[in-house]
């Protein structure tokens, strides 16, 4: 079982500053890595797929990196409706998602 | 991309059953496997199960393999989940998710989920 930790439980940031988000993998999950995003009341919404790749209609400021059991989510010149919780998931094996992070003001 | 609703949410007793349809629409619906995902009041997300296109293969998470059966229609555009021997753990927001033509296990869209509560 791969287990998903995402760091850190809450990120507190200023609108316009950068958020920078965390997730480890208990094992290497190659880069079948993806992140989502999700408001209050909402379902998610897929952010990124393998590892780097934007999904249809995501804003620049949204970036991935990351390979292995390292992965970064990259939020740059956070606006208002970018605070929310984001959760991490591997598809290299069974899916699992990371516990989230909370990004909030 | 299409749109999902989710239907068939309610309460139901400890041991009951339930079962959640998911009605596609704007999507080739037999490109793409399908899979729910729940959530639980307030935690995280947790993929239950999954069914590749042409329903040849199925997929369940050790908590409910057994108890849950994945099922398509694609004459219908319609993705179903079987639920019995519920738990008060089975509790949570029940969504339906599109994954990529290529199969692999993420979701490119979401339905807006559909309640289910175990409760006597």
């Known amino acids: 079982e791969v287990v998903m930790t995402q760091s850190p439980a809450t990120l507190s940031v200023s609108p316009g500053e950068i958020a920078t988000l965390s997730c480890r993998a208990s094992q290497s999950v190659s880069t079948h890595l993806a992140w989502y995003q999700q408001k209050s009341g909402q379902a998610p919404r897929l952010l990124i797929y393998g590892a780097s790749t934007r999904a249809t209609d995501v804003p620049a400021r949204f970036s991935g990196s990351g390979s292995g059991t390292e992965f970064t989510l990259t939020i740059t010149g956070l606006q208002s409706e970018d605070f929310a919780v984001y959760y991490c998931q591997q598809y290299n094996n069974w899916p699992r998602f990371g516990q989230g992070t909370r990004l909030e003001i | 991309e299409g749109q999902l609703v989710e239907s068939g949410g309610g309460l139901v007793q400890p041991g009951g059953s339930l079962r959640l349809s998911c009605a596609a629409s704007g999507l080739t619906f037999s490109s793409h496997a399908m899979s729910w995902v729940r959530q639980a009041p307030g935690k995280g997300l947790e993929w239950v199960s999954g069914?590749?296109?042409?329903?040849?293969?199925?997929y369940y998470a050790d908590s409910v393999k057994g108890r849950f059966t994945i099922s398509r229609d694609n004459s219908k555009n319609t993705l179903f989940l079987q639920m019995t021997s519920l738990r008060a753990e089975d509790t949570a927001i029940y969504f339906c998710a599109k994954q990529p033509p290529t199969g692999l296990y993420y979701a490119l869209s979401w339905g807006q989920g559909a309640l289910v509560t175990v409760s006597p």
């Open positions: 069914i590749s296109g042409t329903a040849g293969s199925t």
